[in-house]
Structures are given as structure tokens and as C-alpha cells.
């Protein structure tokens, strides 16, 4: 089980990898991940990947991914996750799928920054942003 950070650092190529997420770090990842020859499984949530990109930017992802191999598991909210004596791998998804085994499975669903040590405020940076539609940033109350 790997965060995507770690991935680059695996010591081995795993032979079967499950990459969870949809963003283009998960996207990016399968698609290596397969070229260097791994049995990859990139498994959404949902139905698309790149979600806050043009709808037809994930589409021709997907067909890209399904053409060099990639399997492409949709609808799969990851509920539960096993290790079996061997270390293999196995995803229990919300709707009682298994999927695996794996032996390497890469958490790439997102970040939370780790700011808290910088002492932003000190600094007069504000962290408390609002994004517009055109996309515009403005200091204000987000939440």
C-alpha cells in the first residue's frame, strides 16, 4: 500500500497494482504503471476520471487507458482493504465487489496541505481563499 509520493520509490515493479483515484496524478501513474509492464486496475468512484477538466479530456483519457491495457473499475467506492498471509492484496468496494489481488496498491486521491508549522498568518499570507468561476482568487471566507 503506497501514497502516490511513495510509488517512485517502490523497490520493486509490482505485477499486479490497483491505483485509487481519478485525478491526472492517478491517471498519470496507471499509465506508467502499465508501461513498464504491470497488470494495472485504476479504480474511480464514479464514472470519469479529471473531473474538473473538460468532460471530453477524461473521455479520451479513458479510451487511452482501456486501449494500452489499463482496467478501468467504475462505480468502486473503496469501503475495505486486506492483506492475506502470502501480502497480497484485495479491495473491498461499497457495493461488495473484490477486487485483486494486488501486490501494490496506490492511494492517489488527494492531498491535504501540511502547512500548519509555516506560521502563514505571521507572515500576512492569507490561506482562507475563495475561487470564482473565470477562475479568480480572492482572500475571504471559504467556508
Known amino acids: 500500500?503506497?501514497?502516490?509520493?511513495?510509488?517512485?520509490?517502490?523497490?520493486?515493479?509490482?505485477?499486479?497494482?490497483a491505483v485509487v483515484g481519478s485525478s491526472y496524478i492517478a491517471v498519470e501513474l496507471a499509465s506508467i504503471l502499465r508501461g513498464l509492464g504491470?497488470?494495472?486496475?485504476?479504480?474511480?468512484?464514479?464514472?470519469?476520471?479529471?473531473r474538473s477538466f473538460e468532460p471530453m479530456?477524461?473521455?479520451a483519457a479513458l479510451v487511452s487507458l482501456?486501449?494500452?491495457?489499463?482496467?478501468?473499475?467504475?462505480?468502486?467506492s473503496p469501503e475495505r482493504l486486506e492483506r492475506d498471509a502470502q501480502g497480497l492484496l484485495?479491495?473491498?468496494?461499497a457495493d461488495g465487489r473484490r477486487l485483486g489481488p494486488f501486490d501494490a496498491l496506490v492511494w492517489a486521491i488527494g492531498r491535504v496541505p501540511?502547512?500548519?508549522?509555516?506560521?502563514l498568518p505571521k507572515a500576512g499570507v492569507t490561506t482562507n481563499m475563495i475561487v470564482d468561476t473565470r477562475p479568480a482568487v480572492h482572500p475571504g471566507n471559504a467556508g
Open 1 to 17: 500500500m503506497q501514497t502516490c509520493g511513495m510509488c517512485c520509490v517502490l523497490p520493486r515493479r509490482p505485477q499486479r497494482v
Open 38 to 50: 504491470s497488470d494495472t486496475s485504476l479504480v474511480l468512484r464514479r464514472e470519469s476520471v479529471l
Open 57 to 59: 479530456l477524461g473521455e
Open 66 to 76: 482501456r486501449d494500452d491495457g489499463v482496467e478501468v473499475v467504475t462505480q468502486a
Open 90 to 93: 484485495t479491495l473491498q468496494v
Open 114 to 119: 501540511a502547512i500548519e508549522d509555516l506560521a
